[in-house]
């Protein structure tokens, strides 16, 4: 877990905590992890103002979006269970993979994302993978106009290639990935 310290200048450089950093949990930190919550958190349940694991998780994943990403924003990482199965952000995004999709946007202008983090049970239900890099923050399936032909799609594998730590980038090539539709998965190591 982050030091309270840390919390603090989490949420004061996200703009949810308006005290000092003294590293002492009072009010003010408390109304900030509150306040976090409410914002990106789906289910009433997890909006109870306290900091345990889920929400230090989304804590994080707000923190280096905000950080490694210039246009970002962490709702579009969410998982879309849609809250039913878990808070939306089980997982801490992988900063690397962070770097390299704004990379994408930088080169490729807009990027829209059909599937980012996911839960188990969303994982299950799509259809991914035991070793989903999704379940990890590590993976995205995406698009944009680019992607609407095979020779874009096959364009931006190309340059995800080229980026660090890329494991895996495929898209629906010859039939062989139906339900990717027009979209490009990437992932990182």
Not at 14 to 26: M, R
Not at 37 to 52: L, P, S, T
Not at 62 to 83: I, S
Request: proline letters at 2%; hydrophobic letters at 30%; glycine letters at 8%.
């Amino acid at each position: 877990m982050l030091s309270v310290k840390k919390r603090q200048e989490y949420l004061k450089a996200l703009g949810y905590y308006k005290g000092e950093i003294d590293g002492k949990a009072g009010p003010l930190t408390k109304a900030a992890y509150r306040a976090l919550q409410n914002e990106h958190f789906i289910r009433a349940v997890d909006k109870d103002g306290y900091y345990g694991n889920d929400t230090e998780k989304l804590l994080l994943n707000a923190y280096y979006v905000k950080t490694y990403t210039k246009n970002f924003r962490l709702k579009e990482f969410r998982c879309k269970c849609g809250g039913k199965h878990c808070t939306g952000y089980p997982v801490v995004l992988d900063i690397q993979f962070l770097k390299n999709i704004q990379a994408l946007r930088d080169k490729f202008g807009s990027i829209n994302i059909s599937s980012g983090i996911r839960c188990t049970k969303r994982n299950s239900a799509v259809g991914g993978s035991l070793t989903s890099r999704h379940k990890k923050g590590k993976a995205a399936d995406i698009y944009n106009k680019k992607t609407q032909t095979l020779a874009g799609r096959k364009e931006i594998m190309a340059y995800w290639k080229t980026l660090p730590k890329w494991r895996w980038t495929y898209c629906n090539e010859n039939g062989n990935y139906p339900n990717m539709g027009s979209a490009v998965h990437i992932d990182v190591k």
